[in-house]
């Protein structure tokens, strides 16, 4: 006569299939981890499933947002810096005009020290409205290459870690609709931060976003045949990224915010008679911002000379 099975001992043989398949399955293992930017954020992840208990899906999103609330500090200054930039514009083009237009180099060197002199007494420079925008591509390569990483091992327990229609996060949107939903957030990040930028630019930084903008819709739109095929552990970070960026540019362009982190009151900025006139994109490059920066650059290394 057998032995009758418990019930106890049936939850138990599958308690233990579940460990041995999923929760013994390392990082390590697959030679995933490390001390890497990349290694380190696919711990981060881990450890939100693992030890806080999220779902793969959210423990993607949830780093997603606190490491975009990580960056908001850097977020912050560059606003700031951008908009003291944007309300010292008209004599920036006027110093800049001088420079180009000086008979000699000792005249331009003078011009170029004043420029200097005044970001120094407005507390900017060009550069430091660079540096939250570089520095999303790090961030943006190591949630990529991480996640793809952990996707091709793969991670077993990525395999239902998903929800809805997508319940595999190591394969790829079978009906499209995050590729989909990544292109459109993308495209509304877009028209949100250049409608912003717009409204307090001269003529002619409004005809060189047009283009921009422009371009950056095709790039938008072009891109989505080669990313649909991504897995979809990808746009759970990418979607999240998108609504954060989008969120972001709501709260900061409300005055009330604006005020309590310090960022000025942006000023409407008409440009100088001789510069109203659109002389395509080429020439908006060479006078506006580029050519501040190249004038810096040259500054920095004349006084190191």
Request: aromatic letters at 8%; proline letters at 6%; hydrophobic letters at 45%.
């Amino acid at each position: 006569m057998s032995t009758p099975i418990s019930t106890s001992d049936l939850l138990s043989d599958a308690a233990f299939h579940v460990n041995d398949t999923h929760v013994g399955q390392t990082l390590a293992d697959l030679g995933l981890g490390g001390y890497t930017p990349i290694g380190l954020l696919q711990h981060a992840i881990d450890s939100l499933h693992s030890y806080v208990g999220l779902p793969w899906w959210g423990s993607i999103m949830v780093a997603t947002a606190i490491l975009r609330a990580l960056t908001l500090p850097l977020v912050v200054r560059s606003y700031r810096n951008s908009a003291r930039m944007n309300n010292i514009s008209p004599t920036v083009s006027r110093l800049m005009n001088k420079m180009r237009a000086a008979p000699t180099q000792q005249e331009a060197a003078l011009y170029s020290q004043e420029l200097r002199l005044l970001f120094q007494k407005h507390n900017c420079n060009p550069f430091k409205s660079l540096i939250s925008p570089l520095l999303q591509v790090p961030v943006f390569i190591s949630f990529f290459l991480g996640l793809r990483r952990m996707c091709t091992a793969p991670l077993e327990s990525m395999k239902d870690g998903g929800m809805y229609w997508f319940t595999d996060l190591t394969a790829a949107d079978p009906y499209y609709v995050l590729p989909v939903l990544s292109c459109v957030t993308m495209l509304l990040t877009l028209e949100l931060g250049t409608e912003v930028g717009a409204r307090n630019s001269g003529m002619q930084q409004q005809a060189t976003m047009k283009v921009m903008k422009i371009v950056f819709r095709f790039l938008a739109i072009g891109m989505l045949p080669v990313t649909a095929q991504f897995p979809t552990a990808i746009f759970c970070y990418w979607l999240t990224s998108n609504s954060c960026s989008m969120l972001q540019m709501v709260i900061l362009n409300t005055p009330r915010i604006r005020k309590s982190f310090g960022i000025p009151e942006l000023i409407k900025v008409e440009p100088p008679p001789e510069e109203s006139k659109d002389k395509g994109i080429a020439s908006n490059f060479k006078t506006g911002k580029l050519a501040v920066l190249y004038h810096m650059l040259m500054s920095s290394f004349n006084d190191k000379l």
